[in-house]
């Protein structure tokens, strides 16, 4: 029998989520990054991507001011810099400088990426949506760049390649992948 929880996020109900990192410019175009985990693809067809994220975060003023934002991927290798995103403010560090890690300004967007991650999402801010605490930030993918050694097939990202950092808000703690469990939309054919 399932026990009822009530309604809420935390703890509870998706776990674990992949571990972006946001960065955009500031007013004066220091660029900044932070840890988020409520984010991910949210459409195909414009390919689009969501963050949320509380007002109270330097980041939300930034894609509010540029209309622009990326999404990083990093390695597990990278865990203490991305824990780190997570930690300082950017109104009070410069984070890049802190961790060592380079930003890159896109040619697309009005946002850099980190060139040490993998994976880099460029997206430019279409719409704002206000959800009470936190606001979803939907931008329409205008470039994926990932690093040609994490590639399979000529333009897939092997997953295993990218090691990404999951985020279990159940415990707060990080994670690596685990094994393959098998092939989707085929294993169910098994049935």
């Given at each position: ?28 175009g220091k660029p900044n990054a932070m840890n988020a ?59 890049f400088a802190k961790t060592g890690l380079t930003a ?88």
């Open positions: 029998m399932k026990k009822s929880l009530g309604s809420k996020t935390m703890k509870t109900v998706v776990f674990p989520t992949v571990v972006m990192i946001v960065c955009t410019y500031d007013e004066n985990c409520w984010g991910g693809i949210c459409s195909s067809s414009p390919a689009s991507m969501a963050v949320s994220l509380r007002k109270a975060t330097y980041s939300y003023h930034n894609i509010v001011s540029r209309k622009a934002f990326t999404l990083n991927i990093p390695s597990s290798k990278y865990i203490k810099e991305a824990d780190y995103f997570g930690i300082a403010s950017g109104k009070d560090t410069d984070k890159v300004k896109s040619d697309l967007v009005d946002a850099p990426y980190i060139k040490e991650f993998p994976v880099a999402v460029e997206c430019v801010l279409t719409h704002t949506v206000e959800l009470g605490l936190h606001t979803q930030f939907i931008g329409e993918i205008m470039d994926v760049k990932v690093d040609e050694e994490m590639l399979i097939k000529g333009d897939v990202p092997d997953t295993e390649k990218v090691d990404p950092i999951l985020f279990s808000p159940e415990n707060m703690n990080y994670y690596g992948i685990g094994q393959v469990l098998g092939k989707a939309f085929e294993i169910g054919k098994m049935l």
